[in-house]
């Protein structure tokens, strides 16, 4: 099964950029989703396929994808964006399933 | 609005099942995917179980696989999930989402309910 590797904490501050990396093998081949979530609620979608946003997501969240790695870019960081973020693929080398992240914390210093 | 409202959780000793039901509001249930996802406490996200519209294919996580049950009712707006031989490991807090897209797991999730605690524990 694919493993999708965070980097376990980012801390950035206010106004400043923030990128989270989710790595995988060949996971430029998937459509990448990312998802937010604070503590004690249910995960946001904030990224889908690779770059784009649902509606009601600023502009400042971004996504990319290629080779084996897919980012998530925060742009003029709020304090309100502290959160877990999970990078998420369809995983179809066996069989189908969806697959996390192992997710990052973000803190806004 | 969209609306997933998760019931069912609670107590289990090991070995033992529980049902967990989510009405779904605010969209057209019969027209999306949907899933069931879990967090076991201080852990991050682990996808459990899904089912697509029409026929109904259902997928699952090897860690579930053949003692979970995903089904859905299309009368009640109701999503499923039978859980059986319960282990310590299933606890967690798990979500009921809708998919983005109709036959297809692939799209992401754009909506989750709050979540129901699941604990299993002699």
């Known amino acids: 099964s694919s493993v999708l590797t965070q980097p376990p904490s980012v801390s950035v501050a206010p106004g400043k950029t923030a990128t989270i990396t989710c790595g995988g093998n060949n996971i430029g081949s998937k459509s990448v989703h990312w998802y937010q979530q604070k503590p004690g609620q249910a995960p946001v979608l904030v990224v889908y396929d690779d770059r784009d946003r649902p509606s009601g997501i600023p502009a400042r969240f971004s996504g990319s994808n290629s080779g084996n790695t897919a980012t998530l870019t925060i742009s003029r960081v709020e304090a309100g964006d502290e959160a877990d973020y999970y990078c998420?693929?369809?995983?179809?080398?066996?069989?189908?399933?969806?697959?996390f992240g192992t997710g990052t914390k973000v803190t806004v210093l | 609005e969209v609306q997933l409202l998760e019931s069912g959780g609670g107590l289990v000793q090991p070995g033992g099942s529980l049902r967990l039901s989510c009405v779904a509001s605010?969209?057209?249930?019969?027209?999306?995917?949907m899933s069931w996802a879990r967090q076991a406490p201080g852990k991050g996200l682990e996808w459990v179980s899904g089912i697509v519209t029409g026929g109904g294919s259902t997928y699952y996580a090897d860690s579930v696989k053949g003692r979970f049950t995903i089904s859905r009712d299309y009368s009640r707006n109701t999503l499923y999930l039978q859980m059986n031989s319960l282990r310590v490991e299933d606890t967690a807090v798990y979500y009921c989402?809708?998919?983005?897209?109709?036959?297809?797991?692939?799209?992401?999730?754009?909506?989750w309910g709050q979540g129901t605690l699941v604990t299993v524990s002699s």
């Open positions: 998420q693929v369809w995983d179809t080398i066996s069989d189908p399933f969806y697959v």
């Open positions: 605010g969209f057209t249930f019969s027209s999306y995917a």
């Open positions: 989402a809708k998919e983005r897209y109709r036959t297809s797991l692939k799209g992401g999730t754009d909506y």
